[in-house]
C-alpha cells in the first residue's frame, strides 16, 4: 500500500492537495472500525526543518459490511469547541492509501490559512475526525472518534544572519561573509565572538546577495532595520574604532543589537625595553590600529631585558616571562614592580630583533632580524607611475639580502616604496623622513603607513637606489 501525501500547495490559494495515482481498491473491508491516529498528539513546527515530516494522520478503512460498495472518506479538523463548524474539510474520495502527510512548513502554512488568529509558536488545541460514507443504502455514515491535537505553528523569521564589512574577518566579500550562530532555543538570537579590524560593518542573510540585509538605525546604534529593498531604508553601517575581541548579539525580532569590546581599556600606552640587552630604555612602538600590540625593530645587546611602564627599570609596572626565556614565544607575567621580577628575557648575541608584545592575549614573540623579500617603487616619479598593477620591484643583491637595487631611469616627481602589493594604501612603505625630501647618497628613511612623506626627484635622469635594511639606509646616485 502506498502512502499518499497530502501538502498544502499555496496558502494564497487555501488548497490542501491530495496527489493521485492508480491503486488496487480492496472491496471488502470487513468489520474494521473507523478509527483515525496520529503520529504526535503534541507537533511544534520547526522552520529549520521545513522539508521534514512534522505531522502523520492515517486511519483505519471502516467497515462497507461485506457489501464490496467503496467507501468515501471526508477529513475535518478545527479548533476545540468549535464543533467542527469551520477549518479545514477536506473531501479526500476512494482511496487505499488513508495517509495525510504534513512537512513543519505545510503544517504551518496550512494552519495560518485556515485559523488566521491563531497564536505563533504557541500551542493550539484542534480537534480531527473522519468521516466514511459507503456507497449503498443499508450501510450507515461512519464517523471516528475525535482525537485532540496540540500544534505550535512557527513564526517566519530568517535563518541565517552573516557579518560583512571591512571590520570583519572577510572583508566585504559577500561570498565569504562571516556566519553568525543562531541560538537554537531562541530562533530570534544570533551571536558571534571574535576579532574585528577598524572599520564598518552590518549584517546580509545570504551568501552572494545584499538584499536583505540589516543595517544601522539613523541615531540609536542599538536598533536595527530590515533592509529588504534598497528603498526601505539608508544603508546604514555600524562603525568598529578600536581594533579588538568582540561579542556582537542581534535580536532579529526586536530589531536591537549589542555590540562589546571584550578588552577593556589597554593598561598601558607607553612601553619601554629596559636592561643590559637595552642599554639605555628602549621605546616600542604601539600599533596604530590596535592599542593592545607593541612592537620593537631594532638592534639589542647581548643580555637580559624586561618591559617597563616607564624608563626605569625599578619602581614602576611592566611584564617579565613566566619563566626565563630568550627568542621564541613566550607567556608574560603583569608585575606592580619589575624590580621584583624572578625571571629576564635573555639574548645571547648583539644583533637585529623584531619583538611582538601582545598584552591581549599576553603573549611576547621575539625573532632574529629577517629581511624583507620584496621592496617595490611606486610614484609619478617611477616607470609604473601610482599604478598598483604597474609597480617596479626592487632587485636583491645576490651576494647581501639585506640589500635592494633599483637601476634605471626616474622622472619628476614622488616616490616611496610599498613593501607589500595589497592595492588598500594601507600596508607598510619605507618612506622619507621629511616631506618633499630631497635624495642623497646616505639618508634614512622610517617605515610605515604616515606621515606618508615621500621622495621628491627634482631631475629626471637615469638613478642607482640602494637601499639596505639592516642599516636602513637609503641611496640615490644619479648617473
Not at 633599483?406 to 610599498?418: A, H, N, T, V
Request: some cysteine; aromatic content about 12%; charged content about 20%.
Amino acid at each position: 500500500m502506498r502512502h499518499i501525501k497530502c501538502i498544502l500547495l499555496s496558502a494564497t490559494l487555501g488548497l490542501l492537495g491530495l496527489s493521485s495515482c492508480q491503486e488496487e481498491i480492496i472491496t471488502n473491508k470487513g468489520e474494521t472500525p473507523l478509527r483515525l491516529i496520529a503520529s504526535s498528539d503534541s507537533v511544534r513546527c520547526d522552520q529549520r526543518a521545513d522539508d521534514q515530516e512534522a505531522l502523520q494522520l492515517t486511519w483505519t478503512s471502516g467497515t462497507n459490511q461485506g457489501t464490496s460498495a467503496a467507501i468515501y472518506y471526508y477529513f475535518e479538523m478545527d479548533l476545540k469547541g468549535n464543533n467542527f463548524e469551520g477549518g479545514i474539510k477536506y473531501n479526500i474520495g476512494k482511496t487505499e492509501s488513508r495517509v495525510l502527510s504534513f512537512t513543519n512548513k505545510s503544517l504551518t502554512d496550512t494552519l495560518l490559512y485556515y485559523f488566521k488568529n491563531i497564536p505563533l509558536e504557541e500551542y493550539s488545541e484542534f480537534e480531527a475526525r473522519v468521516t466514511a460514507t459507503v456507497a449503498a443504502e443499508n450501510v450507515p455514515v461512519q464517523v471516528s472518534p475525535v482525537i485532540t491535537l496540540r500544534i505550535a505553528p512557527y513564526k517566519y523569521r530568517v535563518l541565517n544572519v552573516y557579518l560583512i564589512g571591512d571590520a570583519t574577518p572577510n572583508g566585504w566579500d559577500n561570498q565569504l561573509a562571516t556566519p553568525m550562530i543562531p541560538d537554537y532555543e531562541n530562533p530570534e538570537l544570533f551571536t558571534w565572538e571574535g576579532m574585528l579590524n577598524q572599520g564598518e560593518l552590518k549584517f546580509n542573510t545570504q551568501l552572494g546577495s545584499w538584499l536583505p540585509c540589516y543595517v544601522r538605525d539613523e541615531t540609536d546604534f542599538t536598533k536595527m532595520h530590515y533592509r529588504e529593498q534598497e528603498s526601505d531604508y539608508p544603508d546604514n553601517k555600524w562603525q568598529i574604532e578600536t581594533i579588538g575581541t568582540y561579542h556582537i548579539r542581534i535580536n532579529i525580532d526586536s530589531l536591537t543589537i549589542s555590540i562589546t569590546n571584550l578588552d577593556g581599556e589597554v593598561p598601558f600606552n607607553k612601553l619601554y625595553l629596559v636592561g643590559s640587552a637595552a642599554g639605555e630604555a628602549l621605546a616600542m612602538q604601539q600599533d596604530s590600529h590596535d592599542p593592545f600590540i607593541f612592537t620593537y625593530d631594532g638592534t639589542l645587546n647581548a643580555g637580559t631585558f624586561l618591559v617597563s611602564s616607564t624608563q626605569n627599570s625599578e619602581g614602576c609596572a611592566g611584564y617579565q616571562p613566566n619563566q626565563q626565556a630568550g627568542m621564541g614565544s613566550s607567556t608574560i607575567i603583569a608585575l606592580e614592580n619589575i624590580g621584583d621580577a624572578t625571571f629576564t628575557w635573555n639574548l645571547s648575541a648583539a644583533n637585529k630583533y623584531s619583538l611582538h608584545l601582545d598584552l591581549r592575549n599576553m603573549r611576547m614573540d621575539i625573532s632574529g632580524y629577517s629581511p624583507y623579500e620584496h621592496i617595490y617603487m611606486i610614484g609619478d616619479a617611477t616607470p609604473g607611475g601610482w599604478s598598483w598593477d604597474n609597480v617596479t620591484e626592487m632587485s636583491k643583491n645576490p651576494n647581501d639580502p639585506n640589500e635592494f637595487v633599483y637601476e634605471g631611469p626616474l622622472s619628476e616627481g614622488e616616490i616611496k616604496f610599498p613593501l607589500e602589493i595589497d592595492h588598500s594604501w594601507g600596508g607598510d612603505f619605507i618612506l622619507a623622513p621629511t616631506a618633499n625630501c630631497t635624495p642623497s647618497e646616505n639618508g634614512d628613511y622610517v617605515i610605515g603607513n604616515q606621515p606618508d612623506n615621500k621622495w621628491k626627484i627634482s631631475e629626471a635622469g637615469n638613478y642607482r637606489i640602494v637601499i639596505n635594511v639592516f642599516n636602513e639606509t637609503i641611496s640615490f646616485i644619479k648617473q
